[in-house]
């Protein structure tokens, strides 16, 4: 069965979510700021997430295309102003969906993998140095589909090849709330399937349905 992104949201980081949370921050890429979901605004995963968390709490996305994890790699979000404005507006509660531009050996990034770890965990700091309540969520990353039909061979060869790093990207969030308190992993490895994305990797209007 097919779960779908707001769905594994409502099931897992809602359950877990403070009744004092009423500032929630989104920090990712692309896939954060619900590109590819017909109506960005009230279809992409911000909007979805801010209708199920109801009255009380306030969603926000900082998030920004292309983004990586990784503070060497080509274009890092830690150095965004998306970053210095989620820092600035002190979430109770942060979600952080990062990896999937990590993940490419075709763009100068995966080379810092070592990194992973240490870059990770500086999002976080500077999240709790900000807000020292904050709980963090680590979503994913979700998976990526070289299967997706009509891809063109090289873009079917890309995404075979970012696939087991976007598993080791996923662990390292896991070791990471697995030691940490107030921290929290959600595997999104279920949460799609190839034909409801439209490229490979971005959910289309039926991934964020």
Known sequence: MRLILPTLLLIS?????????????????????????????????????????????????????????????????????????????????????????????????????????????????????????LELHFLGPPPVFPDKTGLEPGRQADLQQRAPHLLTIRDTYRKIAAAEPGVFHHDLTRTLEAESTSDGVHPDARGHD
């Open 13 to 133: 980081v809602l359950a877990a979510l403070p009744a004092a949370a009423e500032r929630i921050a989104i920090l990712g890429d692309s896939i954060s700021t619900g590109a590819h979901a017909g109506d960005r605004a009230r279809d992409g995963f911000p909007g979805r997430l801010g209708r199920l968390v109801g009255d009380g709490h306030e969603v926000r996305a900082f998030a920004q295309s292309g983004c990586c994890l990784l503070r060497k790699s080509d274009r890092p979000f830690a150095s965004t102003p998306q970053f210095e404005a989620a820092l600035e507006w002190k979430p109770d509660t942060a979600l952080i969906m990062l990896g999937t531009n990590d993940s490419s050996e075709k763009r100068p990034n995966w080379k810092h993998h070592a990194d992973l770890e240490t870059d990770a965990r500086h999002l976080l700091e500077a999240l709790r140095a900000a807000n020292p309540e």
